[in-house]
């Protein structure tokens, strides 16, 4: 017997409300944000994990073998975004899409602003 200690990195507020979709060797486990410790067999493990809005993204896997008594750490950083995959290792993780978001989201910022100073005029 060995443990997994997983992370959800982010929370409601960071992330999404909804916490991601996690399955340790095919079976689906209640996750939620922040450390949680899953006793395991020892032997081979394989954990997925996503996140769901209006559909399945950021998608991402880990494998690796327990060893009896052993504590791996896991880490899963959901995306920014639903068109990019997450992250998953064994140290914390960047989370992915903070460019494409910055990319959008400035431009309709600065249009916005620009709108409001010119009804003021």
Known sequence: MGFVDLTLQGSVLTANMIPPEVSINGY????????QRVPMPAGP??????????????????????????CV????????HQFTTG?????????????????????????LLLAVLLTAI
């Open 28 to 35: 689906r486990i209640p996750a939620s944000y922040g450390l």
């Open 45 to 70: 493990v394989h954990i997925e994990a996503s996140a769901q809005w209006m559909r399945r993204y950021g998608q991402a896997s880990l494998s690796f073998m327990l060893a009896p008594g052993q």
């Open 73 to 80: 750490p896991v880490f899963y950083a959901p995306p920014m």
């Open 87 to 111: 992250s998953m290792g064994h140290e914390p993780q960047q989370r992915k899409g903070l460019g494409a978001m910055l990319a959008v989201t400035i431009p309709v910022v600065l249009i």
